[in-house]
Antibody, heavy 121, light 107 residues
Framework: EVQLLESGGGLVQPGGSLRLSCAAS????????MSWVRQAPGKGLECVAP????????YYADSVKGRFTISRDNSKNTLYLQMNSLRAEDTAVYYC??????????????WGQGTLVTVSS | EIVLTQSPATLSLSPGERATLSCRAS??????LAWYQQKPGQAPRLLIS???NRATGIPARFSGSGSGTDFTLTISSLEPEDFAVYYC?????????FGQGTKLEIK
């Protein structure tokens, strides 16, 4: 059974940093692209950053480019999102998402339960 | 960036009725379009991939059609558990983008 367990969310002041983690199990982690997808309160979905199975092929939404960094440790089956210079508009539930394929140009077939990030003073 | 526009924003129907949801892309995405269902407090669930392929475990009452810029998700006979928000998503170009969602509510 595929499981994705996010951690690291919480309350942070504007300009601060957070690191999200996602522990994956139930599949061969290195064979699949992963993404962080966020959803602001009452809003739709935004793919923030995907990463290919080997850790290459990273992309960033314009809204987070230069501030967020996605990475993965295939030896630990863990996905990360380092978030710096956080803004109020980054407030959202952040989902860890597994893609159907290796590249990141695939649909998401499994989602974590989400972790809430709140940016507020 | 490819913009996906979903209509209507809200659809009010009764159980047993047929639901038709639309998604229009700002440029052609070929058949690279998916549909997801999201219930309150839950993560989205993949329903349809590449415009018309049902995901594993998805009931046959869900069907997708379309190509290019115009796509449709049809639910043939609504069950109580189908009332949720539905999103379309394209994988033709980066950034992968989602529509703004259609809320399917009980009439």
């Amino acid at each position: 059974e595929v499981q994705l367990l996010e951690s690291g969310g919480g309350l942070v002041q504007p300009g601060g940093s957070l690191r999200l983690s996602c522990a994956a199990s139930g599949f061969t982690f290195s064979n699949y692209a992963m993404s962080w997808v966020r959803q602001a309160p009452g809003k739709g979905l935004e793919c923030v950053a995907p990463i290919g199975g080997r850790g290459g092929n990273t992309y960033y939404a314009d809204s987070v480019k230069g501030r967020f960094t996605i990475s993965r440790d295939n030896s630990k089956n863990t996905l990360y999102l380092q978030m710096n210079s956080l803004r109020a508009e980054d407030t959202a539930v952040y989902y860890c998402a597994k893609h159907q394929g290796f590249s990141g140009y695939d649909y998401v077939d499994y989602w974590g339960q989400g972790t809430l990030v709140t940016v507020s003073s | 960036e490819i913009v996906l526009t979903q209509s209507p924003a809200t659809l009010s129907l009764s159980p047993g009725e047929r639901a038709t949801l639309s998604c229009r892309a700002s440029q052609s995405v070929s058949s690279y379009l998916a549909w997801y269902q999201q219930k309150p407090g839950q993560a989205p669930r993949l329903l349809i991939s590449d415009a018309s392929n049902r995901a594993t475990g998805i009931p046959a009452r869900f069907s997708g059609s379309g190509s290019g810029t115009d796509f449709t998700l049809t639910i043939s006979s609504l069950e109580p558990e189908d009332f949720a928000v539905y999103y379309c998503q394209q994988r033709s170009n980066w950034p992968l983008t989602f529509g703004q969602g259609t809320k399917l509510e009980i009439k």
